[in-house]
C-alpha cells in the first residue's frame, strides 16, 4: 500500500501537474505540508479538467439566462422547460484523450459518462449524439482511430438502449496527434422532479452505488506510485473500461430510486470519481464531508486511499439519502445487482475529511477546494483578420459537375452512413427524421411534441476568424434545428482547444466565446451546459479550434416536421437568403484548390434570425415541402443531397445574378435555406413582405440533377459518389495515399 | 484445484473473428500463419481434491452454460 | 389478450415491445421480472425482448437463457401457449432449446442497423394472419449478433417442414444472401415445430407508427391479438 505521510518533494509535485506556484497555494491555504493524499486530492480539483482554471473567468459572461432555462452551467447537466410540465436535460461532454490512447474503450466510456451526467438529474435519456474529428485519411492511425471509436460508441449506446440520432464527423491533418470525441446526450423528465448534486442535511448517509472502484484512469500517481512499489505491475494505472451493463442498471436503478422519494442529492463519480463527486455535494449544500474509506466497494486488493480518491472506475454513484428511507433503496440496489454502500455522512464543520484502515488520511476545507482553485487570466493576442477573398479570385473548376462529384466524395461531405449504421437509432421507435438530416427529431412519448437536435461547428472558420468562426457555429445550430421546424431553445458547448499557455491559442478561445456569447444573445439561444477541453496540442502543433455546439429545440409537432428530401416531381424550389458567393475558407476551395485561407463567410445575426423565422413559418404552415439549410459546400450540395434523399432530380435554371456559377453554387454565405413549395406565389410574397430574400431556382423532376450550364448529372451518380468514398476508405481498398 | 476450460468454435463453424484476425497477420507479415480461431478462456478454482468429480463437474458446467454445444467445443485442463 | 414481456437485466426494447403489444390489443403488457419462476395467469403470450441481456457477456442470451423464469416460459410453451422472442429474444430462444440453431456474429463482425426489407414465408400462423404469403415488408435490424446458423440436417428440417419465419430480402422480394448479417439461406426468423414459438432478429415493434418509419411492422402484433380473440 502506498503510505499517506511522504516529503512532498518538488518532483511529486510536479507530476501532479502542479505548478510551484499552485503548491504554494495549498500550503498558505492549510499551513502545512499535505498528506500524499491531500496532494492527489489538489491535485485531482486543481486540475484545468475539473476547476477550469484557465478558462473560468471567460466563462462567466456567456449567456445563460432565458426564463425556460431551469439549471444552467454548474450541474451535471442543464435542464430546459419545454411545456407541459416536461423538461430536457442536455449536455457535450469530450473524451479526447483517452480515446486516442485506447479509441474503442475512449470513446466508450465518453458516452457512459455524458449519459449519466444526464440520469443523474433524473431524466431518461432519450437521444445521444457524437461530434468526432479526425487526422488526415492519409495519416497511418486514422482509419484504425475510426474504427475504434465508432465501434466503441456503438457498443456502449447499443447495449445502454439510448438511439445515437446524429452528430459531425470530420477530418483534419491538425487532429492527427489528437483526435476529439464530443459526446452529447439528451433526456427527458417531469420539471418538478429534477434532481441536483446539493447535500441538505447534517448526518444524512452518503451512500456509493454501482461498479466496484479498481485502479482504473489515475493520472497523477503514474510514475509517483513506481517509486514508492516498484515492480508492481498490478499497480500500474489502467484504462478505463465502460460496461453498458452495469450502466443499464444503474440508470433503472437510480430512476427507481428517485421514484421512491428516498434521494436527496446525487452526483455522477465521473473525471477525479470520489474525490470531485464527494466535494461537490458537501461544498454546494454548505456541509462538510467525512468518508470512510474502508466501506468502499473495491475491485482489487490493498488499494490505498491515495488510489481509491483519485480511481475513475465507470459506472459509480454517489447519493446522499433520507436516513429513514435507506432500506427501500437498499432493496432497490439489490434487486438490480449493484453494489450499495454506505461510505460516508455529511457533517457540519465543512471539512472533507478522509479515513482508512482507522487513520486520517485528509483533512481539507471543503469549500476551498473548489472556490480557491488558481484561477488564470492567461495573456492572450486576438487573431490577425483574415483577407477577404473575391470570388473572382477562385478560379473556376473545367466541369462543374465534376467539381460537384469530387466535393460529394469528398472525406468530410461525403456520406456518414458507414458510421451510423453501426448504431442503433432506431431504438425507442421514436426517431423520426434518422440520421444524415439537418437535425435529428425524435419525439417525446407518444408525441406529437419532439425534440430537434444537432452538434455543429466549422473549425476552419474558427480558426481564420474565432469570433465569426463561434457565431457561425451557433448560427448554424440555431438554423438545423429551424430547418426541421423547430425552436430553437439553448445550447451545450464542448470547447476544443490546443495550449492555453500560448496567447494566440487563448486569443482563439477568446474570440470564438465572444463570437458564441453574440450569437447566443442575438437568436435567444442560451448555454445551459458544457465542457472545456484544453491542452489537444502535440508537438507544439495545437487542433483547429473547435468550439462544438449542441443544439436544442422543440418541434411542437413532429408530424409537421420538415426533412430535406425532395418530395414529388414539378415543385419549385426556392432559394432563401442572400448570396455573394463568398468562397474564401470554403469546403470548395478546400476540397477543389487545398487552400483553405481567407475570412470565413459573416455572419448577420438580424438576418439569420429574420430568415430562419421565416422559414420556421412556412414549414408550421405546411408550405414548405422539403427543408435544407445551406452550409458546407454552399447551394450545389444541399440540392444534390435533397435529390440523393428524394431520389428525385431537379432542373436548375436560374442563379442569383452577377455573381460567377461556381461561386454561386458552392459559396457558403450564411442565413440561407433551400426549399421546394408547391405554392410559390404565396412564398415568394411573403418573403418580399417579411424583407427575406428568396429566389425561385428551378424545379424538381426526372432523375438527374442539371446545372444553369447544361450539365446533368444522374441522380444515381451522386448518390454513388456520396455514398462510395467512407466504405472504401474504411476497407482499405481505397488507397488514399495518392489522393 | 484450478482448472482451465478453453471454448472455441467447432471447426465446421465458420468464425469471422478468427478469419478477421488471420487476414491481419498476414498483413503484418507473419506468413507462416494457415489458420486462426479464436476462443474464451474461463479460469476456475474449485473446491475439493477429487481431481476426477472436479473434471466430472466442469464438463457440466460447459454442457449447462459455458459453450453452446450447438457450434461451440470444449476442452477442460486441470492443473497439478 | 393478455401479454407478458420479460424483463431482464440489460434487456432494452421492452418498452418498444409493450407499446407494440399496446397498439394492437389496446391493453397494457404485464412486465415480468427475470427472477420470477411463474407467468401472470391466463397469459397469451410471452414476449422477449431486445437488448443485451447481462450484457451479453458469455454468448448472447446465453445467461438469460439459465434464468428463473425460463422454465414457466418453456411450460408456457410445452402447453402451446406463444411464445415471441425478437432480436436478443431470438438469442434467448435457441440458448434456451426452445428454437433450433445458433446465433453468431455478423459475418462482417459490425452491428448493423438499418432498414430491411423481408420477405414473409409462412402466412397462416398466429403470428402472420395479418399478412399475405410472399409480402415483402420494411423493418428495422439492429443487431450484431444475428448470423443464423444450423447444421445441416436441421437446416434441411427447418426448410423442409416450412419452419423458416421471414427472410432477409430486398425491396423486390429476392432473398439477400449474406446481407445483412451473413445467415444460412437469409433467415431472419424461425418457427417452433408447433408454430407458437417466433424467433427473429429484426425489430417489428418499431415499426408500429407511419410517423416514424412506417407500419410494417404492427401486422405481426395484430395478428397476435386477433388470434387471442379468436381463440
Redesign the interface.
Known amino acids: 500500500m502506498i503510505a499517506n505521510q511522504i516529503p512532498i518533494t518538488p518532483e511529486l509535485v510536479a507530476q501532479h501537474g502542479l505548478k510551484p506556484d499552485e503548491y504554494q497555494r495549498i500550503l498558505d491555504l492549510i499551513g502545512r505540508e499535505p498528506t500524499l493524499t491531500e496532494l492527489g486530492i489538489f491535485s485531482a480539483m486543481w486540475n484545468e479538467h475539473c476547476s477550469y482554471k484557465s478558462s473560468r473567468i471567460h466563462l462567466k459572461g456567456l449567456p445563460t439566462k432565458a426564463p425556460w432555462v431551469i439549471q444552467g452551467p454548474g450541474e451535471n447537466a442543464g435542464v430546459i422547460d419545454i411545456g407541459d410540465g416536461m423538461a430536457v436535460v442536455f449536455k457535450m461532454e469530450s473524451h479526447n484523450h483517452p480515446s486516442f490512447i485506447e479509441p474503442y474503450q475512449g470513446a466508450a466510456t465518453g458516452c457512459g459518462g455524458i449519459l449519466r451526467d444526464v440520469f443523474t438529474m433524473g431524466a431518461r435519456p432519450i437521444a445521444a449524439l457524437n461530434a468526432l474529428r479526425f487526422g488526415d485519411p492519409k495519416h497511418p492511425r486514422t482509419r484504425h482511430l475510426i474504427s475504434g471509436v465508432v465501434a466503441g460508441i456503438g457498443h456502449y449506446g447499443n447495449a445502454f438502449g439510448v438511439p445515437t440520432v446524429g452528430g459531425q464527423f470530420g477530418f483534419h491533418t491538425r487532429y492527427d496527434g489528437n483526435i476529439l470525441v464530443n459526446a452529447m446526450a439528451v433526456g427527458i423528465c417531469r420539471s418538478d422532479q429534477i434532481f441536483y448534486a446539493a447535500a441538505t442535511g447534517v448526518g444524512n448517509p452518503i451512500v456509493y452505488l454501482g461498479s466496484k472502484t479498481g485502479r482504473d484512469g489515475i493520472h497523477g500517481a503514474t510514475m509517483a506510485s513506481a517509486e514508492f512499489d516498484e515492480g508492481s505491475e498490478e499497480k500500474r494505472p489502467t484504462v478505463q473500461v465502460g460496461d453498458p451493463f452495469a450502466e443499464k442498471l444503474l440508470l433503472e436503478a437510480c430512476l427507481e430510486l428517485m421514484a421512491s422519494g428516498s434521494v436527496i442529492a446525487i452526483q455522477d463519480m465521473g473525471a477525479a470519481g470520489l474525490t470531485c463527486s464527494a466535494v461537490e455535494m458537501g461544498a454546494k449544500g454548505d456541509l462538510g464531508v467525512e468518508l470512510d474509506l474502508d466501506s468502499v466497494p473495491t475491485r482489487e486488493a490493498a488499494m490505498s486511499a491515495y488510489e481509491m480518491m483519485l480511481s475513475e472506475s465507470q459506472e459509480r454513484m454517489l447519493m446522499v439519502l433520507d436516513p429513514a428511507r435507506e432500506e427501500d433503496a437498499k432493496a432497490i440496489f439489490t434487486k438490480w445487482g449493484l453494489d450499495f454502500a454506505i461510505v460516508g455522512y455529511t457533517t457540519n464543520d465543512l471539512k472533507f475529511r478522509v479515513k482508512h484502515g482507522g487513520e486520517e488520511m485528509a483533512v481539507l476545507p471543503i469549500k476551498e477546494l473548489g472556490d480557491e482553485a488558481p484561477l488564470y487570466d492567461r495573456p492572450w493576442v486576438p487573431t490577425p483578420k483574415a483577407p477577404v477573398i473575391a470570388a473572382s479570385d477562385v478560379p473556376a473548376p473545367a466541369s462543374l459537375g465534376k467539381a460537384l462529384l469530387t466535393l460529394l466524395g469528398s472525406p468530410d461531405l461525403c456520406s456518414k452512413r458507414w458510421v451510423f449504421e453501426q448504431y442503433d437509432h432506431l431504438i425507442l421507435g421514436n426517431t423520426v427524421q434518422r440520421p444524415g438530416g439537418d437535425a435529428a427529431v425524435v419525439r417525446i412519448e407518444d408525441g406529437p411534441k419532439g425534440l430537434a437536435i444537432t452538434c455543429d461547428v466549422t473549425p476552419r472558420y474558427c480558426e481564420n476568424d474565432p469570433i465569426e468562426g463561434g457565431k457561425q457555429a451557433v448560427a448554424e445550430a440555431w438554423r438545423n434545428i429551424t430547418a426541421v421546424g423547430g425552436r430553437p431553445l439553448a445550447i451545450t458547448d464542448n470547447l476544443n482547444f490546443g495550449n492555453p499557455e500560448r496567447p494566440e491559442i487563448m486569443g482563439q478561445f477568446v474570440g470564438c466565446l465572444k463570437g458564441i456569447s453574440e450569437a447566443c444573445v442575438a437568436l435567444d439561444f442560451p448555454i445551459v451546459s458544457g465542457n472545456v477541453s484544453l491542452y489537444n496540442e502535440t508537438q507544439g502543433r495545437g487542433i483547429l479550434p473547435t468550439p462544438t455546439i449542441g443544439g436544442v429545440g422543440v418541434v411542437d409537432d413532429v408530424a409537421k416536421s420538415a426533412t430535406l428530401a425532395f418530395k414529388d416531381a414539378g415543385e419549385p424550389i426556392i432559394l432563401i437568403g442572400e448570396t455573394t458567393g463568398w468562397l474564401g475558407a470554403s469546403t470548395y476551395r478546400a476540397v477543389i484548390h487545398q487552400r483553405e485561407d481567407g475570412a470565413p463567410p459573416p455572419v448577420d445575426l438580424e438576418t439569420e434570425r429574420r430568415n430562419g423565422n421565416f422559414v420556421r413559418g412556412l414549414i408550421a404552415h405546411g408550405k414548405a415541402t422539403a427543408v435544407h439549410d445551406l452550409s458546407d459546400g454552399g447551394l450545389a450540395i444541399a440540392l444534390a443531397e435533397m435529390a440523393i434523399s428524394g431520389k428525385i432530380g431537379a432542373l436548375i435554371s436560374a442563379l442569383p445574378e452577377g455573381i460567377p456559377a461556381h461561386a454561386a453554387l458552392f459559396g457558403e454565405d450564411q442565413a440561407r435555406y433551400v426549399l421546394t413549395t408547391d405554392d410559390p406565389e404565396k412564398v415568394l410574397s411573403d418573403a418580399a413582405a417579411a424583407g427575406v430574400p428568396a429566389l425561385c431556382i428551378g424545379s424538381t423532376g426526372g432523375n438527374a440533377l442539371t446545372l444553369p450550364d447544361g450539365e446533368s448529372i444522374p441522380v444515381s451518380d451522386l448518390e454513388h459518389a456520396h455514398e462510395s468514398w467512407l466504405p472504401a476508405y474504411m476497407s482499405g481498398a481505397l488507397d488514399v495515399s495518392e489522393n | 484445484m484450478k482448472a482451465r476450460v478453453t471454448v472455441t468454435?467447432k471447426t465446421?463453424?465458420?468464425d469471422?473473428?478468427g478469419k478477421?484476425i488471420e487476414g491481419s497477420l498476414r498483413s503484418l507479415g507473419f506468413d507462416g500463419v494457415e489458420s486462426v480461431r479464436q476462443g474464451k478462456v474461463f479460469d476456475l478454482e474449485v473446491a475439493g481434491e477429487d481431481k476426477a468429480k472436479a473434471e466430472a463437474d466442469i464438463k457440466a458446467m460447459c454442457e449447462?452454460?459455458?459453450a453452446?454445444t450447438?457450434?461451440e467445443s470444449y476442452r477442460v485442463e486441470i492443473a497439478g | 389478450m393478455k401479454s407478458a414481456v420479460i424483463l431482464f437485466p440489460g434487456s432494452n426494447r421492452e418498452r418498444d415491445a409493450a407499446r407494440a403489444l399496446k397498439a394492437a390489443t389496446g391493453r397494457e403488457s404485464e412486465i415480468i421480472w427475470h427472477g420470477e419462476t411463474a407467468l401472470p395467469d391466463g397469459t397469451d403470450i410471452v414476449v422477449l425482448p431486445g437488448g443485451f441481456s447481462y450484457g451479453d457477456y458469455l454468448r448472447c442470451g446465453a445467461i438469460a437463457a439459465r434464468s428463473p423464469v425460463m422454465e414457466a416460459v418453456r411450460a408456457h410453451a410445452n402447453r402451446g401457449g406463444l411464445v415471441l422472442g425478437i432480436c436478443n429474444g431470438f438469442q434467448i430462444l435457441v440458448e434456451s432449446g426452445l428454437l433450433p440453431g445458433a446465433l453468431l456474429r455478423n459475418s462482417h463482425l459490425k452491428f448493423v442497423c438499418r432498414m430491411q426489407h423481408l420477405k414473409v414465408e409462412r402466412v397462416g400462423t398466429p403470428f402472420t394472419r395479418d399478412y399475405r404469403q410472399g409480402q415483402v415488408v420494411e423493418v428495422a435490424v439492429a443487431h450484431g449478433d444475428g448470423n443464423y446458423l444450423a447444421d445441416p440436417e436441421t437446416l434441411a428440417r427447418i426448410e423442409g417442414e416450412g419452419l423458416v419465419a421471414f427472410r432477409y430480402c430486398d425491396a423486390s422480394g429476392n432473398h439477400l444472401e449474406g446481407s445483412p448479417n451473413g445467415s444460412m439461406n437469409a433467415i431472419a426468423g424461425v418457427y417452433s415445430e408447433k408454430l407458437n414459438v417466433l424467433g427473429m432478429m429484426p425489430h417489428p415493434e418499431n415499426l408500429i407508427d407511419p410517423l416514424v418509419g412506417g407500419t410494417d411492422g404492427l401486422g405481426l402484433f395484430t395478428s397476435i391479438a386477433g388470434g387471442a380473440r379468436a381463440a
Request: charged share 10%; proline share 8%.
Open positions: 468454435l465446421s463453424v465458420l469471422p473473428q478477421a449447462k452454460l459455458l453452446n450447438v457450434i
